[in-house]
C-alpha cells in the first residue's frame, strides 16, 4: 500500500490514544479548539508550523507518526541530552558513516539506508533556518520550480515563498518532505527529541548487519 498523508492522521489517533489523551487535552497542548483538532484527525485541516512544535514538547512521539517507525530506546535515551545543533552534527556523522557503507560494500541495504540520509549534506550545523531546505534539495536535484511544486502538491507561488522562507511548512509539507527526500521533520522544526528518535533508528539498522562499534564512535565524540 502506498504511503500518504493519510497514514500520519492514523498514527496521529493511534498515538493520542496511546497516551489516553481525549482531543480536548491535545488541542490545549497545540493551543486550539477541539473542533479545529478534529478537523486535523479528519484530515480537513492540517497543523501549523508552530502547532507542530508544540506537539514536539508534549509526549507524543512525533517522528513516529511522521515516518511510521519508533526508534529504540536505548539509543534514544543516551542521545537525548544533545542540543539541536549537537544533533544535527551526530546526524552529519551518522550520515557519513551510511554513505561510507554504501560507497564501500555497495550492497542493496546499504543503498536503501543512504537513500536516507543522502541530503544531510545540505543541511547547515551553523545555520540557525533551516527553511531554505526546500530551495537546496531542489538546487540538489536540478529540478526547476514546477517539477518540484509538483511533487510537494504546491502551486509555485507557494513553493517560491518556502524557498524564500516568507512562510512555513503545514504538517502535510513537512511530512512531503519526509516522504519524497527523506528530510526528517525535525530538521525543519528544530526539534532535538525527533532528530535523536531519527539517529537512533539509523543506528539500530547499523546494528543488525554487525556494525555494533558505531556507537563507541558516538561516545567519543560526546566526550
Same mark, same amino acid.
Given at each position: ?7 500520519? @492522521? =492514523?498514527? @496521529? ?8 489523551? +481525549? ?5 490545549? /497542548? ?21 502547532? =507542530? #512544535?508544540? %506537539?514536539?514538547? +508534549?509526549?507524543?512521539?512525533?517522528? /513516529?507518526?511522521? +515516518? ?21 552534527? @551526530?546526524?552529519?556523522? =551518522?550520515?557519513?558513516? %551510511?554513505? /561510507? ?9 546499504? #543503498? +536503501?539506508?543512504?537513500?536516507?540520509? #543522502? ?8 545555520? $540557525? ?6 530551495? @537546496? ?21 507557494? %513553493? ?17 518532505? /519526509? ?8 530538521? $525543519? ?29 558516538? #561516545?567519543?565524540?560526546?566526550?
Amino acid at each position: 500500500m502506498c504511503a500518504c498523508y493519510g497514514d500520519v @492522521l =492514523i498514527r @496521529l489517533k493511534a498515538e493520542r490514544k496511546r497516551l489516553s489523551w +481525549s482531543q480536548d487535552d491535545i488541542s490545549r /497542548y497545540v493551543h486550539i479548539n477541539q473542533g479545529n483538532y478534529c478537523k486535523i484527525e479528519n484530515g480537513k485541516r492540517r497543523f501549523s508550523y508552530y502547532e =507542530i #512544535k508544540e %506537539l514536539c514538547k +508534549s509526549d507524543m512521539d512525533v517522528n /513516529y507518526i511522521f +515516518s511510521g517507525r519508533r526508534s529504540n530506546y536505548y539509543y534514544r535515551e543516551f542521545l537525548r541530552t544533545c542540543n539541536y545543533r549537537e544533533a544535527l552534527a @551526530l546526524f552529519s556523522v =551518522i550520515a557519513s558513516v %551510511l554513505t /561510507y557503507y554504501w560507497g564501500v560494500e555497495g550492497t542493496d541495504f546499504w #543503498k +536503501s539506508i543512504y537513500q536516507e540520509v #543522502k541530503f544531510m549534506h545540505l543541511i547547515d550545523i551553523d545555520c $540557525i533556518d533551516q527553511q531554505n531546505i526546500f530551495l @537546496l534539495v531542489r538546487q540538489d536535484l536540478r529540478y526547476l520550480q514546477p517539477q518540484m511544486a509538483e511533487l510537494l502538491e504546491v502551486d509555485i507561488k507557494k %513553493l517560491r515563498d518556502l524557498e524564500k522562507g516568507k512562510c512555513l511548512p503545514d504538517s502535510e509539507l513537512l511530512w512531503f518532505m /519526509y516522504d519524497r527526500f527523506h528530510i526528517p521533520p525535525a530538521v $525543519i522544526l528544530k526539534d532535538e527529541k525527533g532528530l535523536t528518535g531519527e539517529m537512533s533508528r539509523l543506528i539500530e539498522q547499523m546494528d543488525s548487519v554487525g556494525k555494533q562499534t558505531f556507537m563507541e564512535v558516538i #561516545k567519543i565524540f560526546q566526550k
